[in-house]
């Protein structure tokens, strides 16, 4: 059986488009406790959605092993896509849109479908800036990582 691990993501903009942070956290349980494992970035240039793809591949990245996931997200735009299955429409449309445009961040889509493969993944949308523990910290990571890039690109 694989294991059960927990991811949540989130991304952060100052300015949209403009400096960017991503934050995953996992938690999983090991033989004897729960571990849990925080990561983030910066971006100079980007948006907020960008950020929240990059938290979610940053995320599924960390896992070494098929694994059963429970990722969290308080992206509509993220969770959507896969929970109603927004890709077999772009695929049909060559990468288009409704509006037949092309859709936005497909980079980071091809990333994102490559790595949900892997694994049996759930996507759960929370709602933003609530009572969500694991959500406010990865939002509070997200923008520490903004406020760190911009600090370290004024030395």
Request: proline letters at 2%; hydrophobic letters at 35%.
């Amino acid at each position: 059986m694989r294991q059960l691990v927990e991811i949540y993501t989130d991304g952060a903009c100052s300015h949209n488009p403009g400096p960017g942070g991503w934050a995953a956290v996992l938690i999983y349980n090991g033989r004897v406790r729960q571990h849990v494992k925080e990561y983030s970035g910066y971006a100079e240039h980007t948006t907020n959605q960008r950020m929240e793809l990059t938290a979610a591949i940053e995320g599924l990245k960390r896992l070494k092993t098929s694994c059963r996931v429970k990722l969290y997200s308080d992206s509509a735009y993220l969770v959507n896509a896969f929970v109603r299955n927004w890709f077999a429409g772009w695929a049909q449309r060559d990468w288009k849109n409704a509006r037949n445009q092309p859709v936005s961040n497909r980079d980071l889509w091809e990333q994102l479908l490559e790595l949900a493969k892997k694994h049996d993944i759930q996507w759960i949308k929370v709602q933003g800036h609530t009572d969500n523990y694991w959500n406010n910290r990865c939002d509070q990571l997200a923008r520490e990582a903004i406020r760190e890039g911009l600090a370290d690109k004024k030395l």
